[in-house]
């Protein structure tokens, strides 16, 4: 009899940001929101859309996902680029400008 459950995640939020040509907006973005990393939570997975690859940036951070676009899709396009690929029960999206202040440890678990 085949399997016809889908992959449960091992986290409870997928965090998408896309990016284009932001690398210090971005790595601020996902800095703030690792620094209030609680394990089991969440993975972050950040699009770059089309340009330059900043890759290198995640090899050595495992709660980071990353996805390089060969062109720009718009924020909407990259969205759908990192949804095919994810499987939380809850999706947040964020644009790269985002900050998650240091006194806001617990600002993932407010908004569930």
Partial sequence: ?????????????DIIVVTY???????????SILNKHIPGLFKITVVNNG???IKKFFDSTP????IQNEENMGWEGGLKVALKELNAPF???LNDDT???????????KLL
């Fill in 1 to 13: 009899m085949e399997n016809t459950q889908e992959k449960k995640s091992p986290h409870l939020v």
């Fill in 21 to 31: 040509d932001q690398t210090d907006l971005m790595m601020s973005c996902v800095n």
């Fill in 51 to 53: 340009s330059k690859s």
């Fill in 63 to 66: 709660d980071v996902n990353f």
């Fill in 91 to 93: 999706v947040m999206f």
């Fill in 99 to 109: 900050f998650v202040p240091s006194s806001e440890r617990l600002w993932l678990n």
